[in-house]
């Protein structure tokens, strides 16, 4: 289960550099925040990222794996 979870990606852009970023699930719950390879930036992932995002695709997850 936990593994899965670590394949959910969440998309976020850099505040200053305007880079896209994917950041895996498990960055998430690790660390919460992520350097932008671009300009060295670190992002706060709580503060910029739509977590409810990511929560539906948990969800999705838990929902297909019933359907199996
Ligand atoms: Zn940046």
Known sequence: MANELDGIRAQTTCPVCDRELNVPYRTL???????CPGCG??????????????QRLIDELGEDRDEI
């Not at 930036?41 to 503060?47: H, V």
């Open 29 to 35: 719950r690790l660390k919460r925040t992520i350097e």
């Open 41 to 54: 930036e670190t992002i706060r992932l709580i503060d910029d990222t739509p977590i409810g995002t990511v």
